[in-house]
């Protein structure tokens, strides 16, 4: 199969495009990674699909929504499971990790008052990721979520918590779940992401 | 492969298990179809890898995650297209239905006045459907979103207008989607799921 000619289009920031990012890059395959101005969205826009960034062209059309797009780049690096159990816990994993969004984002760009985002960043640190970490850090099975082998879930995991959780919430501590916290070293080690966090 | 045994446990209704039941039987691959009582819940809740259902047991081992069932069932299903880029269609497709879910969950069951649930269902249905089915509308490409081929997304299209919109907001129509609402009659023209659907 002929190498597909893509491109990525997104802000100048990891958001919602950083994990396809590390998905094509952990898979070594090239794509343009095209940064767009915050002021040139407007004009962006209308032509996009679904009116959002990011959007992935491939071969000559474009696709959106970050999880589709990520999922065609887990498939081009390797790492979806084939077998369709494998496949299930780390779907299951990766959607619990996806429930996360709705909250967080909420809390970061959409709660102005400065109390109110105080308090409702306690809850999430306190209760809502403790209670989905506690269950996912009983599913790990090994150095990597699966075991020894890597798959986009590990990747998933590794980009919530390192640009999404730490960079919106300094004080966050993996503490309280070392099997997690050894995927997310574990991913940070492996060598083309290893290479591609030193060039950041 | 040898077929795995299968049970999915759920409410007594269709709400986040529905599409798996639609995808199983397209399938025409066996599972129990466990309905638990909502008295019986609390004591069920503990037990349950992250305390929701539905969940799915596969040979003796429990999985959680609506979607990541979903995914499961389709792909034993044979309903996810092994080509990448159709895929990333199907998937764009899945993800927008998705994004429709938390505001409708909302409006259903977490708005309690009527008159902030009226104003909720009428910007939903003259605002939110629209911009999101307009944008879906072009990109049908036949009798199903994919052509001539059925996937997990026309399934997931089905359960959405038929089990979410149309149950929630009777009044909801599909008339400004004319290859959208084919896609719906044609899902509901497949044998299989027309002869599920008779039981009902």
């Known amino acids: 199969m002929a190498q597909p000619s893509v491109k990525l289009t997104y802000f100048d920031g990891k958001g919602r495009a950083e994990l ?6 952990y898979g070594g395959l090239p794509f343009v ?3 767009v101005p915050h002021a040139d969205f407007p004009t ?11 959007v992935l ?15 065609y780049a887990a498939k081009l690096a390797g790492l979806c499971p084939s077998d369709p159990v494998e496949a299930l816990k780390a779907d299951m994993f990766s959607c619990t990790l996806s429930d996360l969004e709705g909250p967080f984002v909420d809390i ?5 008052d400065e109390t109110e985002k105080a308090e409702k960043i306690k809850t999430f640190v306190e209760e809502t990721v403790p209670k989905s970490f506690g269950a996912l850090e009983k599913l790990v099975q090994g150095k990597f979520i699966l075991g020894d082998k890597l798959s986009f879930a590990d990747l998933q995991f590794f980009d919530v918590v390192e640009n999404k959780l730490k960079w919106g919430i300094p004080t966050f501590s ?3 779940f070392p099997k997690l ?6 991913v940070k080690a492996e060598p083309k992401i290893a290479a591609y966090l030193s060039k950041q």
């Open 44 to 54: 962006l826009k209308p032509t996009l699909p679904l009116g959002q960034l990011p």
């Open 174 to 176: 993996m503490g309280a």
């Open 20 to 25: 396809a990012r590390l998905l094509f890059t």
């Open 33 to 35: 990674d095209e940064r």
């Open 108 to 112: 970061m760009f959409k709660t102005k």
């Open 181 to 186: 916290a050894a995927v997310v070293a574990n």
């Open 57 to 71: 062209e491939v071969d000559g059309t474009v696709y959106a929504q970050s999880t589709a797009i990520a999922r």
